[in-house]
């Protein structure tokens, strides 16, 4: 079965910087495209960032261009998101997903792992 | 304000059909296909609908979509309690190079 486990979410203040990780289980990681997505409580999902399975393409939400930045390890099935010059309207439980069939869309979900951006 | 407009609210009784709409441009949904996810509270979003009309294995087939033009919609018939839960729409946008989600319906079973 699929199985995507994220950590690395904590409490950081404004300014300071955070390193998500997403493990991948149950799929072959190198085939597939990988994003984030984020949601505050009570809101709707904001996708963050998308890789290709080479890591050949990456693209931004605006609100995170040139702060962020996505980047995966295939030999670790892994995906991770760079996260520097935090605001606290980065706050939010972040998920790793992976692209289904079609396009840009997300089959598989992880559980999230929460930051909080507050002094 | 999210660029794909649903309507924040749908009810429906047992048995009954619903509709969920999301309209957006010509950049987004007018040139590219729609997801919709079902999301539970404290849950994470389910993929129910891709490519405007797939369902992914173990959707009910009781989910169906639909699109045209720059606008979709997510049909929900023989409605049951457990459909009850907040709905997205999601397309790809080829001017903001990016993905987006609408803004969410919260749909009540009567």
Known sequence: DVLLVESGGVVVQPGGSLRLSCEAFGFIFEDYTMHWVRQVPGKGPEWVSLITWDGG???YADSVKGRFTIFRDNSKNSLYLQMNSLRSEDTALYYCAKEGSGWRNFDYWGQGTPVTVSS | QSVLTQPPSASGT??????????????????NSVNWYMQLPGTAPRLLIYSDKQRPSGAPARFSGSRSGASASLAISGLQSEDEADYYCSTWDDSLKGVLFGGGTRLTVL
């Open chain 1, 57 to 59: 393409i990456s693209n």
């Open chain 2, 14 to 31: 047992p048995g009954q059909r619903v509709t969920i709409s999301c309209s957006g441009s010509g950049s987004n949904i007018g040139s």
